[in-house]
């Protein structure tokens, strides 16, 4: 009986080694001769775990813990990429392990073929799940062109029309250039994440392109370029999206909608989120290191940025921290198009703002001539920024700038320590408290041609040999509830040129 019960065990032992699954739905990579040798490359075996598992219905390719070493692999339908806890996947160092790859869909950044550590192309139920991380190794990958991401500096992630799209709990760190790009993607699920992406240029830590029904929440990110960003490289929007609990540290614009702006931007929900300066030791490749802003909204390459909603952030840092900005930069998508219209920016709210550490810039919303930022209301924002101004500041005539790449800072010390707004339409400022910490003879508000704006419940603490505390040019139907003001002396509250209809309440 004992001889026989261990005869049985044995052929039950022998018959688990030799599966290829741990159970049905689930595949080892190690099954498919995968090592946990970053000498061997363990590419053919990692995609043929992958294959078979979409090919027999689905289920998860799991990495085991343990090192192992790929180029370029395919995420098929179906299939859920598990990497398990000590599990670290390596991004080879060798270019020639990387696949050129041109997606069918047609956008700025498809226009020749592009390398990536993991790509997947009209997928659908697709996920990257786990405690373990991806690595890829991109300090190995050298800048030779200004525009080389992707061509010789490969993304780490990038998922092209696909649907049914969750990356949840893994480590992404190290990317060529970007980290992750999902372009043209619908019911998108990103959760929990931790990205470190400072190790060469364009590092930003995510980018979203022209998708819809996107959640992202409770990232922690830390970026040399831009941290989470919605772009628009295509003539696909952005929309119904949200975006929450996030912790972000960016050498760059901490949140943007922009650069690319060719669809727009549509019901955008950015809340509970904390921008801050980066705790890491780590080269820097570009930006600076406080991060040159917190919230950039940018429609340059027309489009539309229609419903979008800014709440409860709070920032640490960041030289000019709201941005935004209108204008005719007419990039078009592709090759052999025009872009023939000026963009639109409407229905804005940015509330519950807390802001401390700021540079010394100060922030804007800019339009164009004609092509005025509409409906857009601040409210509740605490914002302490450096001071400093100067009275040439104060008196700067600041470019229209129409077709130069948008940036926070692109103006210049601007001349007034809280916000520049111009050529802009039915602005609200409600509950703003500005503070400049050193002396400062800028206002705290400039207004340039504005028509219609409710100025109400401001505390405005500095300028110290400013002129006014509000300056109004060329601007029209303009309320103003008496600010509370400290550290001025003798300033009067509005100072006036080529104004009409302004009531002071």
């Known amino acids: 009986m004992t001889k026989n019960i261990m005869l049985a065990a044995g052929l039950l032992t022998s018959g688990l080694l030799a599966s290829t699954t741990l159970f049905a739905g689930q595949y080892s990579i190690d099954d498919f001769g995968a090592v946990a040798d970053t000498a061997v490359l363990s590419t053919q075996a990692i995609q043929k775990a992958i294959d078979a598992c979409s090919v027999n219905g689905g289920g998860q390719v799991v990495i085991p813990a343990g090192r192992y070493k ?19 996947l390596l991004g080879s160092r060798n270019l020639d392990d990387y696949a050129k790859v041109k997606p069918a869909y047609v956008s700025l950044r498809t226009q020749e073929a592009t390398i990536q550590l993991i790509y997947a192309e009209n997928a659908e139920n697709i996920s990257i799940t786990g405690q ?10 050298k800048k030779l062109t200004w525009n080389d ?18 990356v949840q709990g893994v480590t992404l760190r190290n990317s060529g250039c970007w980290m992750q790009h999902y ?3 619908e019911n998108l699920q990103i959760n929990g994440i931790r990205i ?13 392109d022209g998708c819809r029904n996107v959640t992202v929440s409770d990232v922690i990110a830390d970026s040399d370029d831009d941290g989470i960003t919605l772009k628009s490289t295509s003539p696909k929007l952005c929309e119904n999206i949200t975006i929450t609990g996030c912790v972000i540290s960016s050498r760059c614009n901490a949140i943007k909608l922009g650069t690319e702006t060719n669809g727009g931007f549509r019901n955008i929900n950015i809340s509970g989120c904390v921008v801050k300066p980066s705790e890491m030791q780590a080269p820097a490749f570009f930006g600076r290191d406080g991060g040159t802003s917190a919230i950039s909204l940018e429609i340059v390459d027309g489009g539309v940025m229609e419903g979008v909603s800014v709440s409860s952030v709070v920032v640490d840092g960041t030289e000019a921290p709201l941005f935004v900005r209108l204008a005719n930069r007419a990039r078009a998508h592709r090759q052999g198009l025009t872009v023939d219209h000026v963009g639109q920016i ?4 940015i509330s519950n703002i807390h802001i401390r550490n700021a540079g010394k810039t100060g922030c804007s919303i800019t339009g164009l001539p004609q092509h005025p930022v509409s409906n857009v209301r601040l409210s509740n924002i605490v914002y302490e920024q450096a001071g400093g101004g100067t009275a040439d500041d104060a008196d700067k005539a600041v470019e229209e700038k129409p077709e130069e790449y948008p940036e926070a800072t692109m103006f210049g010390t601007l001349p007034a320590y809280g916000f520049y707004i111009r050529h802009a339409a039915n ?5 703003v408290a500005l503070t400049a910490t050193a002396a400062d003879t800028r206002p705290a508000l400039y207004l340039e041609d504005v028509e219609g704006a409710a100025l109400g419940g401001m505390q405005l603490q500095g300028g110290e040999k400013a002129k006014a505390n509000i300056r109004l040019k060329a601007s029209r139907n303009i309320i103003i509830e008496k600010p509370i003001a400290g550290g001025t002396s003798g300033a009067a509250i509005v100072e006036r040129d080529e104004v009409s ?5």
């Open 70 to 88: 790929t180029g370029s692999i395919f995420l098929k339908s179906r299939v859920s990429l598990h990497l398990e806890s000590g599990a670290v």
């Open 132 to 141: 373990g991380t991806i690595d890829g190794q991109g300090s190995g990958f």
């Open 149 to 166: 991401e992707g061509i010789t500096r490969p993304h780490l992630l990038r998922f092209v029309t696909c649907s049914n799209v969750a």
């Open 183 to 185: 372009l043209a993607c």
């Open 196 to 208: 470190f992406n400072r190790n060469n240029y364009n590092n930003d830590a995510l980018d979203i």
């Open 346 to 349: 409407s229905a804005v709210t």
């Open 427 to 431: 602005i609200t400022l409600d509950g």
């Open 501 to 505: 209809s302004v009531i002071e309440k």
